[in-house]
């Protein structure tokens, strides 16, 4: 089906992080090949494989020195290919991340470009006698880099570099990046991948006296690579990861007429989860709804708690920022450029509740969910090591040596020192375990056809510090395939749901008519609510349909 990506869940996985299967400390293909009924068992659809590329690996092989060849540490072209079928015979679908602004410097495009000013590679990059031009344009890894130019000796030119000074920026406005670009798609959809996560999208072009960000070049670039691949390869998902506001976010679904992504991720919703959680109150989440756009039809919301990258903090205000830092990062070495770099559930504390009701709430707002490698199982980071490293640590899987990652001496980063407690095994046997509930919550989500399409509005609580809205089935709406009945707006089971949340620690009362009786989806065991007025225990999550 088209728009398979409505219903589906993704989930995150980092190759090198993921199964060791020749003992030499990294992960591999056909490491994650033996786990792949793990993925299965989460209730997952889709995966999203970090790069798998050639890479000096400066920046977790989104530096890339062959688009066309598997990194040798994680395997080879048949080991990928092996995989991929290996998922798709799980009814596992596989997509790639696609980095179109940068290549490492270590790729032979830069490599020549730099050597010789007559190059045919010299226009793939930016280059600049002076390094002054584009001062407006920010610096996104400002603990690390001062300048988004840098001087190549060899070159006798600066480069123009939006990340690490290793990753210098291709140039778009030379049409045979774009060729390039396409053929390396080309040869990916050709082995049968379903699509990409195209990294770091509004950066391709530059313009004086812009932000060179978002431009107006971009879009018509976006728009030519969306056509190409419906042309050549129809039913090719694109996501985008644009980490701007929701005002700059909608250009880049384009319009019916002219398509750039069908799934943006929602990159301002995520911290503000965070926030409404530690503040008690759900105004950070009711007002980034208000000033995010309707989307075109057809088009979808990713929606996530946490990634590779660091917690970004990039689209809130600089009060929020420096509350949420205070909040989240006391230490200093937990904060990387503008953003915090943990994971999910030491960032809750592991309090279980208040990790229940976040997945509880993250999984019922409208979006396509996507959960990150670890943290099923709650995995912590390792604040000691550097960059995101510390969020990028071996997958924990027994409490055999390594957690059963890898059975080197020595692995690429080293096991969390926790995972004789935490590992798959053990929670696979804890019917409460962060495993199980994940199960749990993913399970009940997918059987709501509203909450997987369904349409959404706020319901006033009267409390400030209690979220509630209603996921509904439109008339018009067929889903997937499964035709509801929609004579009567409020009887038929699945065909709305209304998810509460109380945020605070404490019982709040609201005024909620539940007349008639209603039965809580996250807790089936427990007795309908039937009243006008509601006593939500503290960080109560409830999905809430029609008894
Ligand atoms: C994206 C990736 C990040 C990477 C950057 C540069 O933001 O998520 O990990 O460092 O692009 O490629």
Redo the contacts with the bound molecule.
Sequence with gaps: MEDWYHDAVFYELYIRAYQDSNGDGQGDFRGAIARLDHIKSLGVNCIWIMPHYASPLL??G?DISDYRDVHPDFGTLADFKAFLDAAHARGLRVITDM?MNHTSDQHPWFQAARQDKNSPYRDYYVWSDTGTEYAETRIIFLDVEKSNWTYDEVAGQYFWHR?YSS?PDLNYDNPKVHEEMFDIMRFWLDMGIDGFRV??IPYLYEREGTNCENLPETHDFLQKMRRMVDSEYPGTLLIA?ANQWPEDLLPYFGTPENPEFQVCFHFPIMPRLYQALRAQDKTPIVEIWAQTPAIPSGTQWMTFLRN??ELTLEMVTPEVRQWMWEQYAPEPRMRLNLGIRRRLAPLLDFNGEKWFLLHALFLSLPGTPIVYYGDEIGMADNIWLPDRHGCRTPMQWDASKNAGFSDANETYLPVNDDYHQRNVAVQEDDPNSYLNRLRFLLQTRQSQPALRRGDFEFVETGNGAVLAFRRFVSDQLAVSGEQLAMSDGHSVRGQWVLCVFNLSDVVQQVGLAVAGGYQDLLHPDSLPLVGDMLNVPPHAAWWLVKT
């Design positions: 920046d977790g989104y980095v990340f990753q990294d770091a990861e590779h990258d």
